[in-house]
């Protein structure tokens, strides 16, 4: 609505300030459809990209990028537009002042949103947790993280008292919030007099929190939200944690894939921007190339390793050279660290702005891999991840990707535990699939490319 606000004055105010109100009627009249175009291509890229679902962190960059996106979407289709009619859609003075205005308006409006009214009281949302262990602490943790927009509160623990197999102990207060007991009866009595608007299972028990879905259910119906831990992770943190994975689980994951239908369309995007980025980006080849073979004049420039890819395929991945040569001729296999010392003074520019995967974009073009996937392993590395790390081979399912979820959420790591926590950001990727989501990526991936730094979580 807000977006609609801004377009509605943004071209009434480029249509008088460029022509005056003696001729605003008529170009009104004469160019309805160039902006109606207008405005459906920003409302739609604008969707694509995501910024009309409900924001739980706030980015100034991503919400720039996003601007950009929806502008440069907009003029695509007012150029395709005027091309096949063979007329002007829309006047160059008209348009620019209308994108300026329109520009000023949204981004300001956006600003005062996420950064004044969505964090008052006013749009405060309050929660309940039913439980009282580490697993509630944690969740509390999680939504009320400075982070999350709108702000949220946890106004009381809920303990279940017929399920408990001793007399359980009094109300209490701890950590300054109620834990409250109440049998599985009053339960949804109880949260209606709380006011909460919801509600979060944070038993550590699945077979008794079973017992609280008849209540549950009907508080869903009524307009309170109610989530599992899973659900809470996924939605405020973007990641699916193992200990709430199973294969039932994942067996619903794989029936409620996008990727079946979309795999086509993201196929011709793959090769599209491959092939942009591959005759746009030679200039850099070049420049790369040149400065490898200076430091090293006796080696090659590019590096290819053996990977795995979809459905345990192997194939060849493509880097520019930044280690030195024989780097793991003593070592054999070893994980490259933040620090490594096998990493040339070049070789750390090279990573650091993400410039050594440049090459990918053949192996992109050959299909071994695409745009956006959970970052393809050595053969050796998945043999002992797939040993100690639970459904790791979940990863195999779709195709490697030049970037992916876990690269922009999670920061650099070369330990078990590191590949643990960033498989829980691919089984979410995998879970909620998007062209959207995959658009999200790779803005993120800009902004690691151009700062040159990672995002952690």
């Known amino acids: 609505m807000m977006d609609l606000a801004c377009l509605f004055v943004a071209t009434i105010a480029g249509v008088y300030l460029r022509l005056g109100g003696d001729e605003a009627a008529e170009y009104f009249s004469r160019n309805m459809q160039g902006i109606v175009l207008l ?31 929806s502008l440069f979407f907009a003029l695509l289709l007012l150029a395709v537009t005027s091309y096949s009619m063979m007329q002007t859609t829309l006047g160059r003075g008209v348009l620019a002042l209308t994108l300026g205005v329109y520009s000023l308006l949204a981004l300001s409006l956006k600003l005062v949103l996420y950064q004044h009214m969505f964090r008052g009281q006013v749009f405060l949302c309050r929660c309940v947790i039913i439980g009282e262990g580490g697993r509630a602490i944690a969740l509390r943790r999680v939504v009320e993280s400075d982070f999350v927009l709108p702000p949220h509160k946890v106004v009381a623990n809920i303990r279940i008292t017929d399920m408990e197999q001793s007399e359980p102990p009094a109300d209490a207060v701890v950590d300054g919030i109620a834990v409250l007991n ?26 008794h929190a079973s017992l609280l879905y ?7 119906f009524e307009g309170v939200e109610v989530l599992s831990p899973l659900s809470v992770y996924e939605i405020y943190r973007g990641m ?43 200039p850099v080849f070049a420049i790369i190339y ?23 395929r192997r194939f060849e991945i493509l880097k520019f050279r930044s280690m030195a040569p024989q780097a793991e001729e003593s070592s054999g296999p070893v994980w490259a660290s933040v620090h490594d010392p096998r990493i040339t003074p070049l070789g750390h520019v090279l990573r650091r702005f993400r410039l050594d995967e440049l090459p990918q974009f053949v192996n992109i073009l050959r299909g071994e891999m695409s745009l956006v996937g959970p970052r393809p392993e050595r053969p050796e590395m998945i043999r002992e991840l797939e040993a100690q790390v639970p459904f790791f081979s979940e990863r195999e399912m779709i195709p490697p990707g030049l970037t992916g979820w876990a690269q922009v959420r999670y920061p650099y790591g070369a330990t078990i535990a590191d590949a643990s926590r960033k498989l829980e950001f691919d089984l979410y990727y995998m879970k909620h699939l998007s062209l959207s989501l995959d658009l999200q990526i790779l803005l993120s991936t800009l902004q690691i490319v151009m700062l040159g730094k990672e995002r952690g979580t």
């Open 290 to 312: 040149v400065l490898i073979k200076l430091s090293a004049p006796r080696h090659p420039a590019f590096y290819s390793q053996t990977r795995v890819g979809q459905f345990g």
């Open 39 to 69: 405005c459906a291509g920003i409302l739609v890229a604008n969707y694509v990209a995501g910024s009309y679902r409900m924001q739980h962190t706030f980015s100034r960059f991503n919400m720039v990028v996003t601007w950009l996106f």
């Open 214 to 220: 008849p209540k549950l259910k009907r508080l869903r």
């Open 240 to 282: 699916s944690p193992l200990e709430f994975i199973n294969e039932e689980i994942l067996m619903q994951a794989s029936l409620e894939s996008s990727l079946p239908l979309v795999r086509r369309v993201k196929r011709l995007i793959d090769l599209t921007v491959s092939i942009l980025a591959l005759l746009v980006l030679l």
């Open 182 to 207: 109440c049998p599985v009866a009053n339960l949804d009595a109880l949260i209606r007099s709380l006011g909460v608007s919801l509600v979060i299972v944070g038993r550590e028990d699945p077979e």
